[in-house]
């Protein structure tokens, strides 16, 4: 069995990327950092990746025994939601957020895992909603990762930088934003700014 513990040391050349033998997974089994499976030319294959992995499609690992393997994203089932107005598409995104649920942003459309209780609410905002079998490829989270909770393998490491930053921000403003003057404005959204 292959063992692959890593990203390659060297980029190949396109056409050589070509041949390597695939590593094809849905974006589920793609935030796995510890999975079995077999790639594109029948070779059994473990993957032994670092804890909060996010595999992207074309992205080269290396095995132990020097053997390159190229990602490559599989079709799957995706809600394909697209609006006759951008506010509606924006409205869509903004709500998918709350939800916390990976998006795909398209020039015109917005991707998501197939999700029925999400098709429903998208159709509730009146947009419309398409299913497709596609590749997924979902925006990275603002830290690099994806939406983590308190179970999930990374949730120490997570925790033990956010406190850091904290701190570090605590330190650069020992008043804190709510002693600092400032003043309201009048745009009926509670905005303020800070003098």
Known sequence: MLRINRYADRQPGK?????????VLAYDLRQKSR????????TDAALFLPRGTILRDG???????????????????????????????????????????????????????????????LLQLGVQVTEELAPFHPEKGAYGGGHRHGHDETFVEDHALATQLFREHSED?????????????????GAHEHS
């Open 59 to 121: 992205d080269i690992l290396q095995a132990d025994d020097g053997t390159l393997i190229r990602v490559e994203s599989s079709l799957q089932k995706v809600l394909v939601i697209t609006a006759e107005r951008t506010d509606e598409l924006i409205k869509a995104a903004y709500h998918l957020g709350n939800r916390h649920a990976p998006v795909e942003f398209g020039k015109e459309n917005l991707k998501l895992e197939f999700d029925p209780v999400l098709k429903e609410m």
């Open 15 to 23: 056409a050589e990327a070509q041949r390597l033998p695939k590593l």
């Open 173 to 189: 403003d020992k008043l804190g934003d709510a002693h600092r003057p400032h003043r309201h404005s009048d745009d009926g959204f």
């Open 35 to 42: 999975l079995r499976a077999t790639l594109s030319d029948g």
